[in-house]
T-cell receptor, first 114, second 113 residues
Framework: NAGVTQTPKFQVLKTGQSMTLQCAQD?????MYWYRQDPGMGLRLIYY???????DKGEVPNGYNVSRLNKREFSLRLESAAPSQTSVYFC?????????????FGSGTRLTVV | QKEVEQDPGPLSVPEGAIVSLNCTYS??????FMWYRQYSRKGPELLMY????GNKEDGRFTAQVDKSSKYISLFIRDSQPSDSATYLC?????????????FGQGTILTVHP
């Protein structure tokens, strides 16, 4: 009954380092999303994958890349981390891109870039 | 100007109070409206959802949508300490927006015994 699992839960990076945030869902959902949450800004969409094999940019994609590895897994990569990328990152999934309500979120990855 | 505006609070109320949380929005294409609850250091969880204008009630929670005013509300009756959380409104235009949600900033609510 795991739902959406994100790893790691916490990470500290130095400016310029790279890392990949992992996300996996076990609900057989087709669509997956990456959001970042910053104080006073709410959640903002970084990238999404409507279905396996497709990815598209969201509202704030600069500095990130994504890979939809298979139907279950959707990873987010920071190639050269910057302090502006300090945030809490949430992965979410929904049954399909036409799902207007049925989003399930992971518990987040708290990233600090120093 | 943000597409969705939400008063960040914080809001502190005594147990048993009626709580009113609100969001305004500017995009008239939004048709699907949601409220998420987020406990500290957790991901958001869907609390209520409505389509277009109208009211929806679920236990102590009532969601209202007024599309003519571009205004949505969440009411919590008989508030409990366990309701202490951040409440996020979210909206979706449906159709070709491909399930992309637009969130408000979130309101931090504390219900004290």
């Amino acid at each position: 009954n795991a739902g959406v699992t994100q790893t790691p839960k916490f990470q500290v990076l130095k400016t310029g380092q790279s890392m990949t945030l992992q996300c996996a869902q076990d609900m057989n959902h087709n669509s997956m999303y990456w959001y970042r949450q910053d104080p006073g800004m709410g959640l903002r969409l970084i990238y999404y994958s409507a279905s396996e094999g497709t990815t598209d940019k969201g509202e704030v994609p600069n500095g990130y890349n994504v890979s939809r590895l298979n139907k279950r897994e959707f990873s987010l990569r920071l190639e050269s981390a910057a302090p502006s990328q300090t945030s809490v990152y949430f992965c979410a999934s929904s049954p399909s891109r036409w799902s207007n309500y049925g989003y399930t979120f992971g518990s987040g990855t708290r990233l600090t870039v120093v | 100007q943000k597409e969705v505006e939400q008063d960040p609070g914080p809001l502190s109320v005594p147990e048993g109070a009626i709580v009113s949380l609100n969001c305004t929005y500017s995009n008239s294409a939004f048709q699907y409206f949601m409220w998420y609850r987020q406990y500290s250091r957790k991901g958001p969880e869907l609390l209520m959802y409505t389509y277009s204008s109208g009211n929806k009630e679920d236990g102590r929670f009532t969601a209202q949508v007024d599309k003519s005013s571009k205004y949505i509300s969440l009411f919590i009756r008989d508030s409990q300490p366990s309701d202490s959380a951040t409440y996020l409104c979210a909206m979706n235009a449906g159709g070709t927006s491909y399930g992309k949600l637009t969130f408000g900033q979130g309101t931090i609510l504390t219900v004290h015994p």
